[in-house]
């Protein structure tokens, strides 16, 4: 099982980037994904989660601007991040975990990928 996160980089306040998490190894269709992020010198937080059946939850911070989704035959989750802020400054962590039901706990999560960095400059 593996998760491959890309997509992060440099972008400008009130910018868009799109992160990609490609799933090998994993049935996606009964994997519920995950974003997380963590800034520097803060703990890893929860960001989004879609379902099996692709109902998303979104952290409070990010709603209205984030939104998570997946295609399952790419096995490839998305999270399209528009209106950017210094905030959102942080590496990026996709998850997976077993169960068909979203979740904001970092440790229901099992499989988790490399982290992409995203950096919004003022």
């Known amino acids: 099982v593996q998760l491959q996160a890309s997509g992060g980089g440099l972008v400008q306040a009130g910018g868009s980037l799109r992160l990609s998490c490609v799933a090998s190894g994993i049935t996606s269709t009964w994997n519920t994904m995950g974003w997380f992020r963590q800034s520097p010198g803060k703990e890893r937080v929860f960001v989004a989660a879609?379902?099996?059946?692709?109902?998303?939850q979104h952290a409070d911070s990010v709603k209205g601007r984030f939104t998570i989704s997946r295609d399952n035959t790419k096995n490839t989750v998305y999270l399209q991040m528009n209106s950017l802020n210094s905030e959102d400054t942080a590496v990026y962590y996709c998850a997976a975990r077993a169960y068909s039901s979203t979740s904001t706990s970092e440790s229901s999560y099992m499989r988790w990928g490399q982290g992409t960095l995203v950096t919004v400059s003022s």
């Open positions: 879609i379902s099996v059946s692709g109902v998303t």
